[in-house]
């Protein structure tokens, strides 16, 4: 199936609606196997097992530890290909297309979260604007696909957005590994002179999120018995470019582009998962 023809793309009123929020909550886009095969494959790579012999970029817990925080993997793609086949989804691709209004999107990095049940302040996202992160790339208009592997809710601490912040600008104040919610939100009030108001995402399992990189968002502990399990899927429309100089040039997409001011972020570490009219990716659609 060509990604166009999935009838769960957003509608004019929902792009009309990320437009104005700067996060659109989508559809069930996994079938129940994918998403079960996710699930273990996710797990492998948690517990180090890299069926492609190639490690990550980064993770915040050793494979062989217990498991009583929040894991964040970056480029957890790199080590199985089941997740790579998510990482690269045209359907997503697709999405993110219309909901930016690029011709054609490529992936910018994942993410492997896993939010392990009952864990506390251990398990909290502080509150954040992607770009915050990503100011090596441009234009900001970066978005991330959310993607649910079980169903996610206030109980189990899905995420929050703030609805409009992406028009606020890049704010001074965020925080992604800051466990303290409520300083952290009373000092991006204080600095952005605005009430940091948040809405959930609450998705069933295999559906999508999707939030603008200059959103702010975060998420609260995992109080319920249920493992919170999740991708973030970080995509940038086709002709985002490398700015030189700022301070995210730690970002491990700067030394995997290895270019110059102004080159494009392209290539085969970014990968096109969607383009118009295109053919679209080696991967077969799955949804
Ligand atoms: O999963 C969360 O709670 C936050 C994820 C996040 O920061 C992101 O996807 O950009």
């Not at 045209?90 to 009952?118: C, E, V």
């Not at 995992?222 to 899927?233: V, Y």
């Not at 970080?234 to 080159?263: F, I, W």
């Amino acid at each position: 199936m060509a990604a166009e023809h999935f009838d769960g793309l957003p509608t004019d009123a929902d792009v009309a609606f990320y437009r104005e929020n700067g996060y659109w909550l989508g559809p069930k886009i996994l079938s129940d196997d994918a998403l079960a095969a996710l699930l273990e494959h996710q797990w492998r790579v948690i517990k180090g097992k890299y069926e492609s012999g190639r490690p990550p970029t980064g993770r915040n817990i050793e494979p062989d530890v217990p498991v009583d925080r929040l894991v964040k993997i970056d480029n957890s793609y790199w080590c199985d290909a089941t997740i790579a086949r998510l990482a690269v989804n045209p359907i997503i691709g697709a999405m993110a297309a219309r909901l930016t209004g690029a011709k054609a999107i490529r992936l910018w990095h994942d993410q492997l979260l896993y939010k392990p049940p009952q864990t506390g302040g251990a398990g909290v996202v502080g509150w954040h604007q992607d770009y915050h992160y990503w100011q090596c790339a441009a234009p900001a208009e970066m978005i991330t696909a959310w993607v649910a592997l079980t169903d996610v809710d206030e109980s189990n601490g899905c995420m929050e957005v703030v609805p409009g912040s992406h028009r606020w600008g890049l704010q001074p104040e965020g925080d992604f590994f800051n466990q303290d919610l409520e300083a952290l939100q009373q000092r991006i009030e204080a600095t952005s002179g605005r009430a940091l108001e948040t809405a959930p995402c609450i998705l069933p399992a295999g559906a999508v999120s999707f939030h603008h990189c200059l959103t702010f968002h975060g998420s609260r502990p995992n109080l319920s018995d249920r493992p919170r399990r999740s991708f973030a899927i970080h995509l940038m429309p086709d002709g985002t470019r490398y700015r030189a100089g700022t301070p995210s040039e730690a970002h491990n997409c700067v030394a995997l582009l290895s270019g110059k001011d102004g080159d494009p972020f392209a290539g085969p570490y970014f990968p096109v998962l969607y383009r118009e009219g295109g053919d679209g990716n080696p991967w077969e659609v799955t949804a």
